[in-house]
């Protein structure tokens, strides 16, 4: 909060103004909150990969005028924390994220203040240099590691303009010839109309595998059987999330004669989309840097014993455990629910009894599947037998704006309308030495930390 001479707005978790402060303003003005120096640099960087022409939001925020018309409604959209989406309780759990792309508080209040002050450009001088922007529908990580070592496509397919939701579930050969360990991947929907009719993807890696320590060994069975979470669960894409990056030392592994079987769920967007497809990008370790420990995507189911039950008119609250049967690190969080979901939360209960809610999504969007990548020296590390508690709450009343008719009761299903309730987590599984490496590092990591603070 350091800029001068403005009100000075604090907001809580839930976007209410907590208190207002009121600050004189200097001589002269000169710390005016303007488009050009203030505002222009905030919209570069964290907006404008999305609100951009040929990119995937409806309004384009790229320049003065743009911005000054739509300003109302930024405003809104930034004070309550649903742009950029990141919806994360920022009052709970951890807080360290390898992806966060949310605004500071400070950003926040710097839009605010510009917008009820009447959008000033300021000086065109100020302006910052226009960005040159990877193509927007092109594989995000390819910023950082370069064009994927392999893209396997699905085959295309041909939505009509009206019709339900449609699940496609084809089988794709990777073409491996040689076992590889997978540093990241990456799914995106190929091209605009494609980007619009996919809801999700799934990527289910299919091969020949010995049953040993690392395949069937580390899956934690649900009570619900769990068959999403074993051993082929390659990546899960929906609207809004990024790709995956795996932290130095873990992977996956890809076998020769390895095959994708692919499910699309995809609904009309009124006009034909032909021959949609969708890639999944992967980045290999190289040959001779082979990860010491292997991660599996699980699926945390929330449903409980009963299923999902929710009432017409209704917040209905489901949860379930999971027991971790080995040393973990949880790399990621991605709460999966559809248009009543509400809030999730993963919280680890470990075995001496103490419980810790690792993370808690409160504002769920469900047109947002964000993924909340944990920072390397954050990512929980979890002895055997902690047991994680996944909670969903769905608000089927008529105060959800989400919510498209609040008289229906609700149960699991596959389309929007249905409800799921599940978290898509990223296990890596250590041995016990491994895992007493990982916590030794960590105090380490924290004491260092400690006095650092301590001799400034
Ligand atoms: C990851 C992509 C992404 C980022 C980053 C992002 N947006 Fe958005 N934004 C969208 C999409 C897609 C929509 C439309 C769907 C929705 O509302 O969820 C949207 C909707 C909006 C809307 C409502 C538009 C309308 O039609 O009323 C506003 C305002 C907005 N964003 C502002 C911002 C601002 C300001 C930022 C940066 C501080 C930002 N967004 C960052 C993708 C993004």
């Known amino acids: 909060m350091s800029r001068k001479g403005f009100h000075i707005v604090l907001w809580s ?33 964290n907006c404008q990969q999305c609100h951009m022409e040929g990119s995937i939001a409806p309004i384009h925020l790229t320049n003065y005028e743009e911005a000054r018309r739509y300003a109302r409604r930024i405003r809104a959209k930034v004070a309550d924390r649903i742009m950029p989406p990141w919806h994360i309780d920022r009052t709970v759990g951890i807080q360290a994220f390898k992806n966060d792309r949310s605004l500071t508080d400070e950003e926040v209040q710097t839009i605010v203040s510009w917008v ?25 990580l390819e910023s950082d590691f ?18 339900q939701d449609k699940w496609y579930r084809p089988l794709t050969e990777t073409g491996i010839t040689e076992p590889r360990w997978v540093r990241a991947i990456e799914i995106r929907p190929v091209g605009a109309d494609a980007k619009t009719i996919t809801h999700h993807v799934l990527a289910f890696l299919q091969q020949d595998e010995e049953e040993s320590e690392y395949t069937v060994g580390p899956l934690i069975t649900s009570a619900r059987g769990g068959s999403m979470g074993g051993p082929g669960l390659f990546m899960e894409w929906a609207v809004g999330k990024e790709g995956e990056i795996f932290p130095e030392g873990a ?4 076998l020769p004669d390895s095959k994708i079987r692919w499910e699309l769920h995809m609904h009309a967007m009124g006009r034909v989309v032909e021959d949609a497809t969708v890639e999944l990008g992967v980045w290999f370790y190289d040959r001779d840097d ?51 979901g509400k809030v999730m939360q993963m919280e680890a209960v470990y075995p001496n009894g103490s419980q810790e809610v690792l993370s808690r999504v409160t504002d769920f969007q469900w047109n947002w599947h964000v993924n909340y990548i944990y920072a390397d020296d954050a990512a929980p590390l979890l002895p055997a037998g902690t047991t994680l508690v996944i909670t969903a709450w769905h608000d089927n009343t008529a105060e959800n704006p989400n919510n498209p008719d609040p008289t229906q009761w609700i149960g699991w299903g596959d389309r929007t309308v249905d409800e799921m309730a599940h978290a898509w987590v990223d296990v890596t599984y250590l041995s016990q030495e491994d895992f007493e490496i990982e916590v030794a590092k960590r105090e380490r990591m924290a004491d260092d930390r400690a006095n650092r603070n301590q001799n400034r």
């Open 146 to 163: 370069g064009a994927p070592d392999l893209v396997i496509a699905s085959p295309p397919y041909t939505l009509e303009a009206e019709t």
């Open 13 to 45: 978790g839930v976007g209410a103004v907590v208190s207002i402060l009121g600050v004189a303003v200097p001589q002269g003005a000169a710390q005016e909150v303007t488009y050009a120096r203030d505002v222009a640099p905030i919209l570069q960087a």
């Open 116 to 140: 009820d002050h009447g959008t000033p450009l300021g000086d065109p001088a100020e302006l910052p240099e226009a960005p040159d922007f990877s193509d927007p529908l092109g594989f995000q």
């Open 290 to 340: 082979v990860p010491e420990n292997r991660t599996r995507l699980r699926m945390f189911d929330a449903r409980g014993e009963t299923g999902l039950d929710i009432p017409p008119g209704e917040v209905a609250v489901t949860q379930q455990y999971h027991v971790l049967r080995w040393p973990s690190r949880l790399e990621n969080f991605q709460p999966h629910m559809h248009m009543r």
């Open 251 to 254: 992977g996956k592994l890809m």
